[in-house]
């Protein structure tokens, strides 16, 4: 995608939660000049961060609409039936239409917008905040190839971008969405435990936290498998394989792996009640 072109785009947000900030973000460290940017919200609550970063706001949707090319629709899933019959009739063949609400599909979003209508599903995580995030896209019918080729040039700089089929938008919730908060909940245990054997808690999470971090890029640059990876560091008789163990012991595998299966279910269940929710 020409750099130029992305520098000469509209973007608008209809929301103005943290994934909302975090896209933004992530833009604005691109080609995308904040005087091109526009962000929408019924209350002023969160919109003072984006007005930092130059970003114009704005409590009108039709506004946002009107202003921009591409459209992030960054409210909650029940909202959008409500936020997309108010701006319907403002979307025209120009605009490309981005929800990023849990659970919304794409049916349902061509069902909400003019016939024709350009919608794409995406799906980010929160470390899109500091452009480590891990997005997954999937086009709707009358999405062309350069659609989701312009809007992975947008968020590139978000982190890792990927498209797919939109069955796996659902599973990614639970894989990614949801997964910074399992791998959140176990730096805070491995924390807890260093501070158990005696050691200060301020260090300990701080300790945990590079952990994660150096863990994460490790399997990441490395292209291993993490079960590599984790042989590399057991040594015969050693401290960790009587560390993994106990964590089999515990179930933490099984745990994790029913985690995200929860999480998956819950975000089709929430497309579930929007579909029957848009049609009402």
Known sequence: MDPEMDSQLKIGFIGAGNMAFGIAKGILSGNVLPVNVKVGAP????????????????????EVVGSSDVV??????????Q????????????????????GVTLATLEELLPENSVAIR???N??????????????????KQEDGALLRSLLHRCGLVEE???AWIDIHTGLSGSGVAFVYLFAEALAEGAVKMGMPSALAHSIA????LGAGRLLRDSGKH????????????GTTIYGLHTLEQGGVRASTISAVESATERARELGRKSAAGSRK
Do not use: W, Y
Request: hydrophobic share 40%; aromatic share 4%; proline share 8%.
């Open 43 to 62: 209350s002023s609550r969160n919109l003072g961060r984006f007005q930092e970063l130059g970003i114009s706001v704005t409590h009108s949707n039709v």
């Open 72 to 81: 992030f629709v960054a409210v909650k899933p029940h909202l959008v039936p």
């Open 83 to 102: 936020v997309l019959s108010e701006v319907s009739q403002h979307v025209t063949d120009r605009h490309v239409i981005v929800s990023v609400a849990a």
């Open 122 to 124: 995406l799906m980010p």
């Open 126 to 143: 929160l470390p899109c905040v500091v452009q480590e995030g891990a997005l997954l896209f999937a086009r709707g019918s009358h999405a």
């Open 164 to 166: 797919g089929p939109e």
């Open 209 to 212: 936290s590079q952990t994660v």
């Open 226 to 237: 993490p079960a590599q990876l984790r042989s590399e560091v057991c040594t015969p008789g």
